[in-house]
Nanobody
Framework: QVQLVESGGGLVQAGGSLRLSCAAS????????MRWYRQAPGKERELVAS????????YYAASVKDRFTISRDNAKNTVSLQMNDLKPEDTALYFC???????????WGQGTQVTVSS
């Protein structure tokens, strides 16, 4: 049974930091790119950051580059998103996503809320 369980969301003031974590189970973790998406009220879900399953190549949306850092631990089947210098526009529901490098398998977590107050 595939599970992606996010944690670490919360309420923080602008300029603060949060660290999101996602614990994965039920699939071969290193076969999957791990991604963080977010969705703000009334907006489409957007890709925030991505990390390759084994070469650790990363991608960041322009809006978070130099503020957010994605990392993964293939031994612990976890992926994290360190978010620094948070802005009110970072307020959203953040989702962990796993996308297979070899098939169309794609899995989603339930999401964790991040709220940044001004």
């Amino acid at each position: 049974q595939v599970q992606l369980v996010e944690s670490g969301g919360g309420l923080v003031q602008a300029g603060g930091s949060l660290r999101l974590s996602c614990a994965a189970s039920g699939f071969t973790f290193s076969d999957y790119a791990m991604r963080w998406y977010r969705q703000a009220p009334g907006k489409e879900r957007e890709l925030v950051a991505s990390i390759h399953g084994f070469n650790m190549d990363t991608y960041y949306a322009a809006s978070v580059k130099d503020r957010f850092t994605i990392s993964r631990d293939n031994a612990k089947n976890t992926v994290s998103l360190q978010m620094n210098d948070l802005k009110p526009e970072d307020t959203a529901l953040y989702f962990c996503n796993a996308a297979s490098h070899y098939s169309g398998n794609n899995y989603w977590g339930q999401g964790t809320q991040v709220t940044v107050s001004s």
